[in-house]
C-alpha cells in the first residue's frame, strides 16, 4: 500500500500499514473508545441526534460522571458517536453542558452485570435541544431535509435507530427504502457509504458515497467520510484531494487532519503529514492516540530519535494492550540502544 517511499522507511513500514484498518470507522464500540481506567469490562456507546432526528455531525464533549472516581471526557466523531469502556457495574452520568448552541442534557446509565455474564455494551441515544430563539448551522443541515417525502424520512429515521443499535444490516435496508422514495436523498446516500464502512465493504461505501456528493459536492461530511473510505483503499492521492477540501469547510475535524496526515505520510509527503498529525492530536487529545504512533516513525525517519522515541512511547501509554505493542516496544529499544552508542 507505500507508495514511493524514501529508503530507510520500509524498516518501520508495517507499523505504518497498521493504521490502515477499516475497524476504526466501527460505532458500536470503535477502538478508539476512551478507556476510562475503572477496572471492568463493560462499555457505554451513544450517538447524539439533533431535536430533528437527524445525527449531529461534528465533534463536541461527552463527560461520564461517577460518583466515588471522578469524571472522564471524550469527544463525539464526525457522525455524532461516541463510546466510554472499561466500566464496571455503577450507576454513571453522561453529561453534556459545554455547548453554547444547545441546552445542558443528562441522563443516567446504570451497569448491572451479574456473576459469569459476559460484558454488555449499553446503548444510549441522546437527543439535544436548541436553546430557545438560537439560530446556528443546524439551519443549513435541516435545508437538507426541507423536501424529503415523509416516507423516506420515516425510513432514514429508523436507519439510525438501527445503525445505533449496531444493526448495520438493518440500517442499509432501510436507507436504501429511503433512497427508493427520494432518489436525491444525499443524507441517506452519505449515511449508507458509513454503514458499509462499518462492515468493511469498502467498495459499496465508495459507491455510496460518490452518489452523495453528485447529489452535493461541497457538502462536508460525506466528503470527509469519503475521503477516509478512499485512505482505507489505499487511493492515497484521491484522499488527500477529498480530505483537503473536506478540511476547508471543517477545520476542527480531528479525523479528517489524522487520515489526511495518514495518506500524506503514505506519499512519503512527511511534513506535512506531521503537521496534520500533530493537529488531529491537538483536536483529539488522547483519541488520537494513533497519531502518535504515525508522527514516532515520521521523527525516527527524520533522524529525531529522542522525538519519535518519545511519540511511541505515548502511543503505548494511551494503548499499552495495542496488537502491535510488543514490536512498537522493539522499535524503540532498537533505537535507544543507537542513540546510547
Given at each position: 500500500m507505500l507508495k514511493r517511499m524514501p529508503p530507510g522507511f520500509l524498516a518501520v513500514s508495517s507499523i505504518v500499514l497498521c493504521l490502515v484498518s477499516p475497524s476504526m470507522g466501527?460505532?458500536?464500540?470503535?477502538?478508539?473508545?476512551?478507556?476510562?481506567?475503572?477496572?471492568?469490562?463493560?462499555?457505554?456507546?451513544?450517538?447524539?441526534?439533533?431535536?430533528?432526528?437527524?445525527?449531529?455531525q461534528r465533534q463536541i464533549s461527552v463527560r461520564l460522571q461517577t460518583m466515588t472516581k471522578g469524571d472522564r471526557v471524550t469527544s463525539t466523531?464526525?457522525?455524532g458517536t461516541f463510546a466510554f469502556r472499561g466500566l464496571p457495574n455503577?450507576?454513571?452520568?453522561?453529561?453534556?453542558?459545554?455547548?453554547?448552541?444547545?441546552?445542558?442534557?443528562?441522563?443516567?446509565?446504570?451497569?448491572?452485570?451479574?456473576?459469569?455474564?459476559?460484558?454488555q455494551v449499553?446503548?444510549?441515544?441522546?437527543?439535544?435541544?436548541?436553546?430557545?430563539?438560537?439560530?446556528?448551522?443546524?439551519?443549513?443541515?435541516?435545508?437538507?431535509?426541507?423536501?424529503?417525502?415523509?416516507?423516506?424520512?420515516?425510513?432514514?429515521?429508523?436507519?439510525?435507530?438501527?445503525?445505533?443499535?449496531?444493526?448495520?444490516?438493518?440500517?442499509?435496508?432501510?436507507?436504501?427504502?429511503?433512497?427508493?422514495?427520494?432518489?436525491?436523498?444525499?443524507?441517506?446516500?452519505?449515511?449508507?457509504?458509513?454503514?458499509?464502512?462499518?462492515?468493511?465493504?469498502?467498495?459499496?461505501?465508495?459507491e455510496a458515497l460518490r452518489r452523495a456528493l453528485k447529489i452535493s459536492?461541497?457538502?462536508?461530511?460525506?466528503?470527509?467520510?469519503?475521503?477516509?473510505?478512499?485512505a482505507l483503499m489505499g487511493k492515497f492521492e484521491s484522499a488527500v484531494l477529498e480530505l483537503e477540501h473536506s478540511l476547508k469547510?471543517?477545520?476542527?475535524?480531528?479525523?479528517?487532519?489524522?487520515?489526511?496526515g495518514q495518506a500524506l505520510a503514505n506519499l512519503g509527503r512527511f511534513d506535512e503529514a506531521a503537521e496534520h498529525l500533530s493537529r488531529a492530536v491537538?483536536?483529539?487529545?488522547?483519541?488520537?492516540?494513533?497519531?502518535?504512533?504515525?508522527?514516532g516513525i515520521i521523527y525516527l525517519r527524520r533522524g529525531e530519535r529522542e522525538r519519535g522515541v518519545t511519540e511511541l512511547e505515548t502511543y503505548l501509554k494511551l494503548a499499552p494492550n495495542a496488537r502491535d505493542a510488543d514490536q512498537i516496544r522493539q522499535v524503540i529499544r532498537q533505537n535507544q540502544k543507537?542513540?546510547?552508542?
Open positions: 466501527q460505532v458500536f464500540l470503535p477502538p478508539g473508545a476512551t478507556d476510562t481506567g475503572l477496572g471492568g469490562g463493560n462499555a457505554i456507546a451513544g450517538t447524539i441526534l439533533l431535536s430533528n432526528g437527524q445525527r449531529l466523531d464526525d457522525n455503577g450507576s454513571y452520568a453522561i453529561v453534556i453542558d459545554k455547548e453554547k448552541d444547545f441546552e445542558p442534557y443528562r441522563g443516567t446509565v446504570d451497569i448491572r452485570q451479574f456473576q459469569g455474564a459476559p460484558p449499553y446503548t444510549v441515544n441522546i437527543r439535544l435541544q436548541l436553546k430557545s430563539g438560537l439560530e446556528t448551522k443546524t439551519g443549513v443541515v435541516n435545508a437538507d431535509l426541507v423536501n424529503v417525502p415523509p416516507n423516506a424520512l420515516a425510513s432514514y429515521q429508523k436507519a439510525q435507530q438501527s445503525a445505533h443499535a449496531g444493526n448495520n444490516k438493518a440500517a442499509i435496508e432501510e436507507l436504501k427504502q429511503a433512497i427508493s422514495e427520494y432518489p436525491n436523498f444525499m443524507l441517506a446516500y452519505n449515511e449508507l457509504g458509513v454503514q458499509y464502512l462499518k462492515l468493511n465493504d469498502l467498495n459499496k461505501a465508495d459536492p461541497e457538502a462536508a461530511t460525506p466528503l470527509l467520510n469519503h475521503g477516509i473510505v478512499l469547510q471543517r477545520e476542527q475535524s480531528a479525523n479528517g487532519h489524522f487520515y489526511l491537538e483536536l483529539g487529545g488522547d483519541e488520537m492516540k494513533d497519531a502518535h504512533r504515525f508522527l543507537t542513540r546510547n552508542d
